[in-house]
């Protein structure tokens, strides 16, 4: 059974920091791309970083550059977001997806709010 499991989020002061983590299972993760989305209410799920297959190449939406990086242990199966400087703006619920060829897998989301 494919799966992607979120895990890491919680409740923060502005300017902490989480790392969440996605652990793959029922499939191998090396030759897909992997991306971290969040959705807040009342908005549309938006594009937060991307990781090729490899690890070599990141990708960042303009709001997270700086901030936010992703990483990859294919051993492990698992992908990371470390966010770092969260701001109320990054409360919402963070996804997981693998992207190969038609692959597309999705995982169930970690809850981030980031209050005072």
């Known amino acids: 059974q494919v799966q992607l499991v979120e895990s890491g989020g919680g409740l923060v002061q502005p300017g902490a920091s989480l790392r969440l983590s996605c652990v793959a299972s029922?499939?191998?993760?090396?030759?897909?791309?992997m991306r971290w989305y969040r959705q807040a209410p009342g908005k549309e799920r938006e594009l937060v970083a991307v990781?090729?297959?490899?690890?070599?190449?990141?990708t960042y939406a303009d709001s997270m550059k700086g901030r936010f990086t992703i990483s990859r242990d294919n051993a492990k199966n698992t992908v990371y977001l470390q966010m770092n400087s969260l701001k109320p703006e990054d409360t919402a619920v963070y996804y997981c997806?693998?992207?190969?060829?038609?692959?597309?897998?999705w995982g169930q989301g970690t809850q981030v709010t980031v209050s005072s």
């Open positions: 997806n693998a992207v190969f060829v038609w692959h597309n897998y």
């Open positions: 029922g499939f191998t993760i090396t030759s897909y791309a």
């Open positions: 990781i090729t297959s490899a690890g070599a190449s990141t």
